[in-house]
């Protein structure tokens, strides 16, 4: 389908009113929880990784080498046994909810942050360590100049869990369910659960609507983190 | 003054420091020489109280370090400073590199106060900071990224960040042995700066011209611990020891 198409329809707007906002802020949402989540998890743990010696250390690598790669619906999968009826997390009634979308992007988004965070640690200089410490830092002090050496690639690691949460589509879709509420306005629909739907209609002009707000989302939080990571560069 | 006594330390079967006593009072400078792997460096992270000796104990006015409870021996800690062989800067200006040290002597309210303010882009460098760059005469890069600096000021910068906060004792590991002459110099002029302001200065260096230049007394540590710890003129005119007299000779030969 020619592009140019597609542009009358951002202007024509097909769908109700409110829709696309609340979907955006649906994926946005569920994305940005889960991946400040994931983020609150992974540095402690890739700092410990990066710093000590404990048994066991290369299992829990390959434990998160192997999470970067596990399917995404097999993650939904476990996440809806988890928050179904008869599951462990059953009571707290989540199933089909924003809350469990988290839970599965949570599960999803870790690994990578986890991984890219801990070889950005890793790569930080023994010496400027030992310079923290013998200014007189203490352990929390070390560790905070060891993250801030390191934020370029911690960011990657952020932006890349941002990555594949926000354009992760089988998880969201099992645990969430796509629904939106009879006022047509998005309860757990996102935009990848969204473009699936619109593209198995046959509208493929709207599914590239939505398919281009998500990818300028993306490309914009992208531009806002590496400008972040610029400032933070010279006010430090 | 620190106070090693009888300090040794090892790593897995190899001694590195065997019996070692030293004092080191304010406002004098020594220096210990000797050969590369002969354990400088881990002498000097054993007054730095970085390391834990095996066996010795180490005093800082008379206060037993390691019998101190771990915020007493913070506290110890911060009262010394010390500069690496490598400047290892932090990637950050060269103000903010010099500020460190009083910024974690600070307490988390002020220091958040400060970071807000710095993000609001208004940074107003402690005297302090500029007085440690005027020592090392680098005033003029306060704004400077440290990863822009040469490797001489690198290095000027790293002592300043050591001196800022006003130690006590400040420990030099090899401090110039990647520095040109004049760089080295200034080095050394930061270093009687530092002795003038009753600082207690440890300077290891192979280099044994640098001191005679600088220091006051000398160590000579030969492998097992000193052969010699002497006034800087008696030692290098007139060693007692036989292997100190060859290893200033130049006949002992590592």
Partial sequence: MPIESAVPLLLDNPFQRGYVPSIVYVSLYVSVIAVTLSTLVSLPIGLVMGFTQFPGKQFVKSVINTGMGFPSVVVGLMVLFAVSNQGPLGALDLIFTKQAMIISQFVLATPPITAISLAAITGVDENVRDAARALGGTRLDVALVVIKEARYGIATAVLAGFGRAISEVGSVLIVGGNITSADGISKTRTLTTAIQLEARQGRYETAMVLGAVLVTIVLLVNAIVVRLGETGAMNR | ?254
């Fill in chain 2, 1 to 254: 003054m620190i106070r090693l006594s009888n300090v040794s330390h090892s790593y897995g079967v190899e001694q590195v420091v065997d019996d070692v006593s030293l004092d080191v009072e304010p406002g004098e400078v020594v220096a210990v020489i000797g050969p590369s792997g002969v354990g400088k460096t881990t002498l000097l992270r054993t007054m730095a109280l970085f390391l834990e000796p095996d066996a010795g104990t180490v005093a800082l006015d008379g206060d037993a370090v390691w019998d101190a409870a771990e915020d007493e021996r913070l506290a110890l800690r911060r009262r010394i400073g010390m500069v690496f062989q490598e400047a290892s800067l932090f990637d950050a200006s060269v103000a903010r590199n010099v500020e460190y040290g009083l910024r974690v002597r600070q307490d988390w309210r002020e220091r958040i106060r400060e970071q807000l303010r710095s993000l609001a882009g208004s940074t107003n460098p402690a005297a302090a900071v500029e007085d440690a760059l005027e020592v090392v005469g680098l005033a003029d890069k306060l704004d400077q990224q440290a990863r822009s600096l040469s490797g001489g000021e690198a290095q000027r910068v790293s002592f300043a960040r050591a001196l800022a906060y006003e130690p006590s004792y400040l420990l030099l590991d090899e401090p110039t042995s990647d520095l040109d002459p004049r760089n080295t110099g200034l080095i050394e002029e930061a270093v009687f700066e530092a002795r003038d302001r009753g600082i207690g200065v440890v300077v290891a260096t192979h280099d044994m011209h640098q001191a005679e230049r600088v220091a006051d007394r000398v160590g000579v540590l030969l492998g097992d611990g000193f052969t010699e710890v002497g006034p800087t003129e008696r030692i290098f005119d007139d060693p007692s020891d036989e292997r100190t007299r060859k290893f200033i000779s130049g006949e002992l030969v590592y």
